[in-house]
């Protein structure tokens, strides 16, 4: 420890004001002892200049000295890395354009990928912000026809949290949407109803309150509590230090707030941010009547499971146990558990819902991809711009060897240079960082969300990523140091002091590493750019599929009459004055009412022709909806044959039903549906539905799926609140849109609006994965452009520089102007095809890499002649000016100053 504070003192003694000190004792010393030497030679009656003379050579070289006592000291290193420092500095500022390219090429393709690697650290492996979140697991249902990530039935997870041994204590939750009583008016937030123990199991404590009671864990009847989030509290309620205590109107209910969660905690999903939480028990409280059987039937499966494993526990044992925990509910309930076991993730691998998780990680891979190729393309450029400049800078170097600096010390210096713009151009990159985060948090928030929230990015850097962020940065200025430092100590010296540093010439032209670079680049961008333009063209293909329904003079208007209060058995009268509310509009031709927004698709439930209803392979889980007899007509859907539903089969529990065609088709083919039957296994059983008409078949999730069975049932007084009316106009329907909100607030003053979209809106919504992918890649794609024009520049003008002499001979000799741009665009010319041909092969296996997630041909001539013309029109306009002044040059004074 002494001899690091030795050390240290030393380092510090070496900077600044102490350095000079430094400096001038070692100057007076040196000083003094010559001056004893001068003494000495006088006395042995040498003259005086006799004496100094040989008193320095027995001194020896000050500098020597000077060195000999800074080694001593172990600071000569910091000293020469201090000059090397400077010299790096005077080299930026004595060329400030080529500095900033290069600061602004590394800083674009740092931040991006920094951002990228930031996004997938928030997203796959930050810890939650819970007590020792190792120990805590999430889980699910494992069912066949359910899917990977299903959640638990209410029933199972309360048996489940009454038999574990292994995992103490079990919690739960479910997400909601519910209205919520503010000063700022009633709005719809997202929401968790949650057990008791939630967050006693989860270790966070709120930062305000005492968090739910401890009969909050009484699933048949918990007090109104509620906990609220720190962005609910700061947003909502103005960040109202007595909000604890005071009384919060959730869906019509008086809740009391009981604490308020810290700023670093939003829930177990990234991503979603949780606004409430409130207990189990009070969902008939604030539930209709129809959503009851969700909790007591162990059909419905609604309920996420957390554990935190005892004390000894390993995951083998809870896997073992839950197997069996699994067998068990399956031989007491196997009407509801057939086939249905328990399964426990490690809460990491739960943060993102399973099911969407693949997806999430393919786009996360797509986007890294498309930024790691921008960082190739960037460096091959950084790296062609310092090989060109070294050149420049061949006398330079060779003067500087002439005069006795060492090639270690010159390319310890060079390494400094790159190091310190690399440095730069990390720094640079925090900025595009930001923005890069911004960007993606505002097409994020476009994703369409499973709650009434949308998706929230995490944008804040991680210092980790930030570390990696700056080592990558050093090791880009240590890789990319390598081009100038061989580039400038390799030959003699001796010709690069003969040869002209201002015409050039003397250098016979070939296809060297500095061509090699443009034309990895050129190969790169158009990898880059072909894949963006197959996106692009995908999102246009998409754009142009027919959704089945309406697409032009359409509008849907969604509300919730779920969250007002309003009994199940009093929204029909609701609904009905509504519908003929907006009927009455202007510009209205036909108003139709669904729960469900088209590409919504709808809840997927299990069904069978009634003929083999009894043999478990003939089940079939179509997605199904419910309308009334105004919809069809709304939406501009045809019967194939049939009819539509009856004001009676309106107002009765389902017992008919309508296919689309394709279902249709699958399950009697060749034959009509009309008379038949499907049995419905629904929470309380079974029930009969008889087929009453069969209509066309649209798209119901997305334009690009295809062969979707569908089936319509009635919509009778029996649904959850969530509505949407489709709205059919005569005209542009934008204005339509604007007085049928209008209308309903005036009607209903305390409806919470949900949405208010044209079908156009609807289908953009829909298409937010294309889109997002097109945006980016297409963003990428031009970031390569404009480093690809920054490329191929700096090579056509080096040449230009290189030839000067050649051009102006051939000018003196009759060569025309034109000749002269012909022979230099010939060589950009040639870098651009090779460039492409040799980035053919590499896109194509590329482009095969991501082909599901394409809806054209690889081939595509569009995508090609998209991604071929712009890189040649910007490799003409990039070497555009090196022509224009090697058609501009003067023979006659070139040639008379060489």
Not at 714 to 737: H, K, M, N, Q
Not at 829 to 857: K, N, T
């Amino acid at each position: 420890m002494r001899g690091l504070r030795v050390w240290l003192h030393r380092l510090l003694g070496s900077l600044g004001r102490d350095r000079r000190e430094r400096e001038r004792e070692l100057d007076e010393e040196l000083r003094s002892h010559l001056e004893m030497l001068v003494d000495d030679q006088l006395r042995s009656g040498l003259s005086p200049a006799e004496a100094r003379k040989k008193a320095c050579i027995t001194l020896g070289g000050v500098e020597e000295l000077k060195e000999q006592c800074r080694d001593a000291l172990g600071l000569r290193v910091i000293d020469q890395l201090g000059r090397d420092l400077q010299f790096a500095l005077r080299g930026i500022r004595r060329t400030p354009l080529f500095s900033a390219v290069v600061v602004l090429s590394l800083g674009i393709a740092i931040g991006s990928n920094t951002a990228i690697l930031n996004l997938a650290h928030a997203l796959f492996t930050r810890p939650l912000p819970i007590e020792d979140p190792g120990r805590v697991v999430a889980l699910y249902s494992t069912q066949p026809d359910l899917g990977v990530g299903t959640p638990l039935s209410f029933l199972n997870w309360l048996d489940l949290r009454q038999q574990s041994q292994t995992l103490e204590p079990v919690a739960g939750y479910e997400w909601e949407s519910l209205a919520v009583e503010t000063p700022r008016g009633t709005s719809r937030v997202p929401a968790q109803l949650v057990s008791g123990n939630y967050f006693q199991t989860l270790g966070v404590s709120p930062a305000r309150g005492p968090s739910f009671s401890p009969a909050a864990d009484n699933v048949l009847g918990a007090p109104l509590e509620v906990v609220i989030s720190h962005h609910f509290w700061q947003n909502y309620l103005e960040g109202d230090p007595a909000a604890v205590g005071r009384a919060l109107r959730i869906n019509g209910q008086p809740f009391t707030i009981v604490g308020v969660t810290g700023p670093a905690f939003t829930g177990l999903n990234v991503g979603l941010q949780v606004e409430l939480w409130i207990p189990f028990g009070v969902y008939r409280q604030i539930y209709p009547e129809s959503a009851w059987g969700w909790y007591e039937s162990r059909r419905g499966v609604i309920v996420y499971g957390i554990g935190r494993l005892r004390a000894g526990a390993q995951m083998s044992q809870v896997r073992a146990e839950l197997s069996s925990i699994g067998r068990r509910l399956e031989r007491d309930h196997p009407e509801f558990n057939e086939n249905r076991g328990v399964q426990a993730l490690p809460i990491a691998e739960a943060t993102i819902f399973p099911w969407a998780r693949p997806f999430v990680r393919n786009g996360v891979v797509l986007l890294a991809a498309a930024v790691a190729l921008t960082l190739l393309i960037a460096a091959t450029n950084v790296a062609n711009l310092l090989l060109l400049r070294t050149r420049e800078r061949r006398r330079e170097v060779a003067i500087r060897l002439a005069l006795g600096v060492s090639r270690g010390g010159l390319a310890t210096r060079l390494f400094v240079e790159c190091i310190v713009l690399s440095g730069l151009g990390g720094c640079t990159g925090i900025g595009f960082v930001w923005l890069t985060q911004q960007a993606l948090s505002r097409v994020i928030a476009y994703i369409p969300s499973p709650t009434a929230g949308p998706y929230q990015l995490p944008v804040e850097l991680d210092p980790l990523v930030f570390a990696v962020a700056f080592a990558l940065s050093v090791l880009m200025g240590l890789v990319l140091g390598l081009f100038p430092v061989l580039t400038a100590l390799q030959g003699d010296s001796s010709d690069a002091l003969r040869a002209r540093s201002d015409l050039g010439g003397g250098e016979a032209r070939r296809f060297g590493l500095r061509n090699v670079l443009l034309v990895t680049q050129l190969a790169l961008s158009f990898v880059a750019l072909l894949g963006g333009a197959l996106f692009l063209r995908s999102l246009s293909e998409i754009r142009e599929l027919d959704p089945g329904f309406e697409r032009q003079q359409l509008a849907f208007l969604r509300v919730d009459l779920s969250t007002t209060g309003t009994p199940s058995n009093a929204r029909t009268p609701v609904r009905e004055r509504l519908v003929r509310s907006l009927s009455a509009l202007p510009g209205v031709e036909r108003v139709g009412v669904s729960p469900r927004e088209p590409m919504d698709g709808g809840w997927s439930r299990p069904m069978a022709p009634s003929e083999s209803a009894a043999d478990p392979d003939a089940r079939i889980s179509p997605y199904t909806d419910r309308v009334d007899a105004a919809f069809f007509d709304a939406m501009g859907l045809a019967f194939v044959e049939g009819r539509a539903f009856t004001l009676d089969e309106l107002r009765q529990p389902p017992r008919v039903a309508i296919l689309n065609q394709e279902l249709s088709q699958r399950l009697w083919p060749g034959q009509s549906a009309l008379g038949r039957s499907l049995v419905l296994f629904d929470l309380e059983g079974r029930a009969s539905l008889e087929i009453v008409g069969v209509v066309e078949s649209a798209k119901y999730r997305r334009l690009t799926e295809t062969n979707e069975g569908y089936v319509y049932m009635p919509l009778s007084d029996d649904y959850e609140g969530l509505l949407t009316f489709a709205i059919r106009t005569s005209g542009e329907p934008d204005s339509v849109l604007s007085a049928a909100v209008s209308e309903t607030r005036r009607l209903e003053p305390g409806l919470p609006i949900v949405s208010a979209q044209t079908v156009s809106q609807v289908l953009n919504r829909s298409l937010w994965g294309p889109r997002l992918a097109a945006a980016f890649l297409g963003l990428f794609a031009t970031i390569a452009l404009i480093l690809s024009a920054v490329g191929i520049y700096g090579v056509i003008s080096y040449d230009v520089t290189r030839r000067t002499r050649e051009l102006c001979i051939r000018v003196a000799m009759g060569a025309e102007r034109f000749d002269i741009a012909g022979l230099v665009l010939l060589d950009s010319g040639r870098h651009y095809l090779i460039g492409v041909v040799a980035g053919v092969p590499v896109a194509y296996a590329a482009s095969r890499w991501v082909s599901g997630l394409i809806f054209v041909d690889l081939l595509d001539p569009y995508a090609i002649v998209g991604s071929v013309l712009p890189l040649g029109i910007v490799g003409a306009l990039a070497a555009w000016i090196p022509v224009r002044r090697a058609t501009s040059l003067d023979p006659n004074e070139v040639l008379r100053t060489e």
